[in-house]
């Protein structure tokens, strides 16, 4: 609980131009057995200095696995460190699984996340527990950094497998 993960490269070398990928996740947040629920994390920020380039790995970029109150902020997944070339991870950019509600992306300028060139979706959600409650919001999704739709995830740009999920 209570953790920031701001202004890493995870999954590549240091320009954030070549794989070096994690055998799993890039981030993996759970709450396995913990007396304390993993929640109020904050995974990037609203300014350049904060975001995480979360690339290349061999699972999901992001995995939220019963988690609330995390806040995915501002972060560039699957894609180079200018967000101008695909750099996917294995499966899905973000990947969320049980607990709720997670916020990824905001209203405000830089919250919004680049999430492109994944292979599995940009954005997956759900695995039959109970998911709900969760806010995407302000994401570019299959694009580049400066919103040409040329990158693309491989299958959904986003998959919601449950109930009670606001997009936009």
């Known amino acids: 609980a ?26 993996l947040v759970g709450n396995f ?4 629920p993993a929640g109020n994390n904050r995974i990037g ?10 690339s290349g790995n061999g699972r999901n970029g992001i995995t ?11 972060n ?21 699984y049980r607990g709720a509600p997670n916020f990824v992306g905001g209203a405000l300028p ?9 292979g599995h979706h940009g954005i997956g959600i759900g695995d039959g527990a109970i998911v709900t409650g969760h806010v995407i919001r302000g994401n570019a999704i299959g694009a580049d ?3 040409n739709p040329t990158l693309g995830n491989r299958l959904n740009g986003i998959l919601i497998n449950d109930r009670g999920i606001v997009v936009g």
Do not use: H, K
Request: aromatic content about 4%.
């Open 33 to 36: 057995g913990l007396s304390t």
């Open 45 to 54: 920020g609203d300014v350049p200095a904060d975001r995480n380039l979360l």
């Open 145 to 147: 950094a400066a919103g």
């Open 64 to 74: 939220l696995d019963q988690v609330r109150n995390t806040f995915l902020y501002g």
């Open 110 to 118: 830089g919250q919004g996340n680049l999430i492109s060139g994944n």
């Open 76 to 96: 560039y997944i699957g894609t180079n460190a200018a967000g101008t070339a695909a750099l996917g991870n294995q499966e899905s950019g973000i990947g969320i």
């Open 2 to 27: 209570n953790n920031v993960i701001a202004g890493n490269f995870v999954g590549t070398d240091p320009t954030g131009a070549i794989a070096r990928p994690n055998a799993s996740d890039g981030i």
